[in-house]
């Protein structure tokens, strides 16, 4: 049986994997989610919303990618322009009004043009923050996520415990 400490410890590790970050951003995020909570935020809805508004996430989220750690690559790689710049930082932050392309030059690549297929293929519900286009290969952030939308089965309250002490 784990102790408290080995739950949240868990469920922060398995949070921190879903989203690939490492120890110190995942640190970091939080002491910035615990900041900016208030106003009938939690600081673990904050986390949350923090997570799910990065570059790669929602590269993701749009079904431009089967998986998160593909999303990072594509964003790394320098596929996206975001609001007319290049970026190939995956952990930059959206915000509403935001606009994702995929590059002219990238657009043209074996990856993109077939990306009918690898849309159908991740079956994901639309999001209400989010707004893709497969065909003109373009994400607009049309607000804030909500708790719902997030991952099911986190439990943030055991990752706020677990930075608590």
Do not use: C
């Not at 970091?28 to 923090?50: K, T, W």
Request: glycine content about 8%; proline content about 3%; overall charge positive.
């Amino acid at each position: 049986r784990l102790s408290d400490y080995g739950v949240q410890l868990r469920e922060k590790q398995k949070v921190r994997r879903t989203y690939g970050l490492l120890e110190k951003q995942f640190a970091r995020l939080m002491v910035e989610a615990d900041r900016l909570s208030g106003n009938g935020i939690l600081p673990g809805e904050m986390l949350l919303q923090l997570l799910e508004r990065r570059i790669d996430n929602a590269v993701y989220r749009a079904g431009f990618a089967t998986s998160r750690r593909a999303a990072r690559q594509l964003v790394g790689h320098g596929h996206f322009l975001l609001n007319g710049h290049r970026v190939d930082i995956p952990s930059i932050r959206l915000k509403a009004g935001d606009e994702l392309t995929v590059r002219p030059k990238s657009a043209k690549s074996g990856y993109f043009t077939q990306i009918d297929e690898i849309v159908k293929g991740s079956v994901q519900e639309p999001l209400s923050w989010l707004k893709s286009d497969e065909k003109k290969l373009t994400i607009s952030v049309t607000g804030l996520p909500k708790r719902e939308e997030a991952e099911s089965d986190i439990k943030e309250q055991l990752i706020v415990e677990y930075y608590s002490r």
